[in-house]
Structure formats: structure tokens, C-alpha cells
């Protein structure tokens, strides 16, 4: 153990306020500098110095009609306390964010299908039980900016790039393959993975052109099958609705296909094989000074939103009239 430890353990208590005027001194290497920073008389700085020396029994500061030397003993503590008193002033805020009531405007992103299909019916919630918290909901196709766009907290649908980002999952959207009874009356039902390639496909635009690949899993075994989109849209809603018209086969979120797929205006195609789920994540700048307003919302939706609720469920069965309708199909 370094003598500055032995000191240090040796020690009930040393005033907190004296440490922070410490490291301010240290790392500007100036009272005045320090005095300036911290807003303070330059007498309390020196004041506030000579107290911790006094409290460790060691000198920290050689001082010179010029400048300001760390003796090996400060160097030693300015390195360690730097970073300690970092972390405590993160735990204060922490603290102190919970005693505080959310209030003011909150700035949240997510993309237009999830917005109208499973934001419209739960923030409804979070308004009533947060009653000075204003939302700006802002609905987009594009992946937003959070800090350019001044965004508090995003919602992402698929794997999230690298960044320093700080990101909560809130669950895996599940997947369904799907098309409307008169596309299958007019170009027959796929049976098999293979056959999806000769059918009108309806997709998201691929990015650098590259061909469009569709994955589909069964008991432990993945298949590939590349298709060529009739139609590209890049919103998901224009894609469902194409999808119920008839216009041809597509891979829908299950909280767009589930309702239809009830009400028989869609159909689930291949049910044994399943698409690959996407994960939904909120996404924010840091956890540092997180407002009250962002960290009541990342609540909220993680409590609104436990496996197998909403859009988190499983597609409904097939009705049997429906599979037996598929069978005559050619």
C-alpha cells in the first residue's frame, strides 16, 4: 500500500468540496484558474487546499510565484479522484432525477407503422399517468438523428449499428409471410420455399441493389430464397395495404398481419416456416443526466410491453375453413 493510501486510510473523513477544489487546481494548474472555474474567491481555493493537506498530512501542491507543480503525492490523488468524483456526481444526478417529477417536452422517434399501430394505443397511458410531460412524436421513414434532431429517444426496428448509442430491448416483432385470398385465386398458393421466386413479391427497396433474400427457419433448419420485388415501397403500411389489395406476397410485422389475417382478408402462407423475428429496442443519447421525462417512458413501454402482448404476440391460427379453401387452390 503507497504511503498517500496510508495517509488516506489513516483518515476519518476529508470534506468532499475540498477534494473537487483539489482536482480543479490540479488539472488547471492555477488557484486563479481554479477560482474562475469554480466561481469562488481565490482565498477559499487556497483555504480549501491547505484544509485537505492539513486533513491528509501530506503536501499536494508545490507552490511557485508562477505556476502550480503537483508534488508525486498530488499527482497520485488528482489521477484517482478525477474519476471517482465523476462517478458520484453521476449517482447524484441518478438520485436526484428520481425524486423528480417528468415534466417538459419529450421528443420521440419511431418509424410510421409503428407509430399508428401500437404508439396510438399506448401512449394514451403514459399522457394520463404523466400529466406535465408534453410529447413530440415524430413519425418517420428514415432513421433519425438523435442528436442533430434533437431527439431524447428513438425507437429501432432491426439490428442497431454500432454508436454510442445507449439502447433498452424491448422485444423481438415477429414475422409472417402472407398474401390476400384473391392473389392466391388468381396465381395459386406457394407450397414450398422454392416456389416463393415465381410469385409477384411486394418488399422493401434492397440496399446498394443487392437481390432481395428471404429467410425461413423450421425445427433447427434456415433456407434461403432469393426474390425479385414487383413492387419496392419503403413504407410498411403502403406494403400492407398492397399486400390485402391483392398486389402480391409479402413478409408483414406481425402487428399489421394479425388483425387482417383474423378477419380473412389475408392469409398466412407456409405457417410451418417461420421468418426471422426483428428486434425492437429504445435507443437514447447517454445514460448520463438522463431526464425523468426519457427514463419514465423507457419504463412505461417496458411495462406496457411484456412478451406476448400486442404486437409481441403470435399471429392467430389459421381458421380451418381457411386451410381447407388453400387446399383447392392450384
Given at each position: 500500500m503507497d504511503t498517500l493510501s496510508q495517509q488516506w486510510n489513516n483518515q476519518a473523513v476529508v470534506?468532499?468540496?475540498?477534494?473537487?477544489?483539489?482536482?480543479?487546481?490540479?488539472?488547471l494548474r492555477s488557484f486563479s484558474a481554479a477560482a474562475r472555474a469554480l466561481l469562488l474567491p481565490k482565498s477559499t481555493i487556497s483555504?480549501?487546499?491547505?484544509?485537505?493537506?492539513?486533513?491528509?498530512?501530506?503536501?499536494?501542491i508545490q507552490r511557485t510565484t508562477r505556476d502550480v507543480a503537483l508534488t508525486p503525492l498530488g499527482d497520485n490523488l488528482l489521477s484517482r479522484c478525477a474519476s471517482a468524483l465523476g462517478q458520484l456526481g453521476e449517482a447524484l444526478t441518478y438520485v436526484g432525477s428520481l425524486a423528480t417529477e417528468p415534466r417538459g417536452q419529450l421528443r420521440v422517434s419511431a418509424g410510421i407503422g409503428f407509430g399508428v399501430n401500437v404508439l396510438a394505443e399506448q401512449l394514451p397511458g403514459f399522457v394520463r399517468r404523466y400529466p406535465e410531460v408534453d410529447i413530440m412524436l415524430d413519425l418517420t421513414s428514415r432513421m433519425a438523428d438523435l442528436i442533430n434532431d434533437r431527439v431524447d429517444i428513438a425507437i429501432r426496428l432491426g439490428p442497431l449499428p454500432d454508436s454510442s448509442l445507449v439502447s433498452v430491448q424491448l422485444g423481438e416483432m415477429k414475422r409472417v409471410l402472407c398474401a390476400a385470398p384473391a392473389y392466391l385465386d388468381r396465381r395459386g398458393t406457394p407450397r414450398t420455399i422454392g416456389e416463393l421466386s415465381e410469385h409477384d413479391v411486394i418488399e422493401m427497396p434492397a440496399a446498394d441493389g443487392r437481390p432481395r433474400v428471404w429467410s425461413f427457419a423450421r425445427n433447427g433448419r434456415t433456407v434461403e430464397v432469393t426474390v425479385a420485388p414487383r413492387v419496392c415501397v419503403n413504407d410498411a403500411l403502403t406494403i400492407n395495404r398492397l399486400i390485402i389489395n391483392g398486389t402480391g406476397i409479402g413478409i408483414m410485422?406481425?402487428?399489421?398481419?394479425?388483425p387482417e389475417i383474423a378477419a380473412g382478408r389475408l392469409v398466412q402462407l407456409l405457417p410451418d416456416w417461420a421468418?426471422?423475428?426483428v428486434g425492437c429496442a429504445l435507443v437514447f443519447p447517454s445514460k448520463r443526466e438522463l431526464a425523468?421525462?426519457?427514463r419514465a417512458f423507457v419504463d412505461y413501454m417496458k411495462e406496457v410491453n411484456?412478451?406476448?402482448?400486442?404486437?409481441?404476440?403470435?399471429?392467430?391460427?389459421?381458421d380451418p375453413a381457411d386451410q381447407s379453401h388453400q387446399a383447392t387452390r392450384t
Open positions: 470534506d468532499l468540496n475540498d477534494l473537487r477544489v483539489f482536482e480543479r487546481v490540479g488539472s483555504r480549501s487546499i491547505a484544509r485537505l493537506e492539513a486533513d491528509l498530512g501530506a503536501r499536494l410485422s406481425n402487428y399489421l398481419s394479425a421468418a426471422p423475428p425523468p421525462a426519457v411484456p412478451p406476448g402482448r400486442h404486437w409481441l404476440d403470435n399471429a392467430p391460427p389459421a
